[in-house]
């Protein structure tokens, strides 16, 4: 077995195009990953130290409304600043270009479909109440929702710049199912094209164990990719020895809305292995596609559509609408999941409000022996 693992993954790294879009995607991978002190120097700067030097005296202070009005209103007078010709100091350019960072409004909350301020969660349960709704989902679901943000941190600046490129789930995702659909989706088809199939399909194990170790191989290949991007993607943080690692996700730019009382670490580990999970899932499905395809053309595409098709539908669909369905349970979320934790998108599950992440994961979860089960059911079925 572990020889057959071996010649399978062999024959996935010898592949021309498997080491090209390899290649590509990682050097894609440094660029974003290093692509911060890149934009700095473009912007006057000598790095992001630079611009860490003039933010920290900013680090853990309140930001109030008041605030954020005056730090627009600094930007925008930077802004004309510049437009006029005129040379802008280093602290300015800071401001100019990276003030924004600390611009975290107080959070608004979408539940039943409808937006809350916390305070307004709050009103709108002592309004259920009166009104004895107390077992009806509106009121379980708003509840629900207000004990997981009533706690949330006051809004506070801190510098975590480093961390917006290394938790970059969505950019990294791509590549990685791409790089998932250029290495497996013509694991079957290819032998049928070739017309090897025959010959393979013939051999005392071509329909057993060259179908598990197939299986197995793949999967190595897809944790093999996964740590390679992510570990690019890691040197985004470690630029900054990590700064912000034990910062509250709420106050991480983006993540205002998240129900997840959690630091910034505990987002990133606990996102590598939800998208881990995810991406075992769409290699497992890219490889039934192409036993069930047999066309090495219609099942590339067919995995990349598994991708590309949920997250472009998906941008066009409001994430106050009952079809946010259609955008969230997917197999690219799956990959992405940043949206598992930047809303608190619930679910109505007998009943009872169920966090939109439970839901995907379970599913995934549940998803990941069905498939391994169909792969291996059509392996033994196949015919020359």
């Not at 924004?100 to 301020?117: G, K, L, S």
């Not at 069930?292 to 995995?303: D, G």
């Not at 539908?313 to 197999?331: Q, T």
């Amino acid at each position: 077995m572990l020889d057959l693992i071996r010649f399978e993954l062999y024959k996935i790294f010898s592949k021309k195009s498997v080491r090209i879009v390899l290649l590509l995607t990682v050097l894609f991978a440094a660029l974003n990953a290093f692509g911060p002190n890149i934009n700095v120097k473009s912007k006057g700067l000598d790095s992001m130290d630079d611009v860490y030097s003039v933010m920290k005296e900013h680090e853990g202070k309140v930001i109030t409304p008041e605030g954020m009005t005056k730090a627009e209103e600094i930007i925008e007078n930077l802004s004309q600043k510049e437009q006029k010709g005129e040379k802008l100091t280093k602290e300015e350019i800071v401001y100019r270009y990276y003030l924004y960072d600390a611009m975290i409004a107080d959070p608004t909350y979408i539940v039943n479909n409808q937006y809350y301020t916390i305070d307004e969660m709050k009103d709108e349960i002592s309004k259920l109440e009166k009104e004895n709704k107390i077992d009806t989902y509106e009121y379980k679901n708003i509840k629900f929702v207000y004990d997981k943000v009533k706690n949330i941190e006051e809004a506070k600046y801190y510098f975590t710049s480093g961390w917006l490129s290394t938790t970059d789930f969505n950019v990294i995702a791509t590549l990685i199912t791409t790089l998932i659909a250029v290495g497996l989706a013509t694991i079957f088809s290819d032998e049928y094209q070739s017309n090897s199939a025959q010959i393979v399909l013939s051999c005392k194990r071509g329909k057993n164990k060259l179908v598990s170790s197939k299986i197995i191989a793949r999967l190595i290949y897809t944790a093999i990719v996964f740590i390679i991007i992510n570990g690019v993607y890691m040197f985004g943080a470690l630029q900054f020895d990590f700064i912000g690692w034990d910062k509250p996700l709420e106050l991480f730019k983006y993540y205002m809305m998240t129900p997840f009382d959690m630091r910034i670490i505990d987002y990133y580990i606990a996102g590598l292995g939800t998208s881990f999970i995810g991406a075992m899932l769409f290699s497992l499905v890219t490889m039934l596609m192409s036993l069930i395809v047999k066309n090495n053309m219609i099942s590339l595409l067919l995995s990349l559509g598994m991708y590309y098709t949920p997250a472009f539908v998906g941008s066009f669909i409001p994430i106050d609408s009952i079809a946010r369905i259609f955008s969230e349970i997917n197999l690219a979320e799956a990959v992405r999941i940043e949206g598992m934790f930047k809303f608190a998108s619930t679910y109505n599950i007998f009943g009872n409000p169920v966090l939109y992440s439970t839901v995907l994961i379970s599913l995934v979860v549940v998803s990941i022996p069905v498939v391994v089960y169909l792969i291996k059911y059509f392996g033994k079925k196949q015919a020359i």
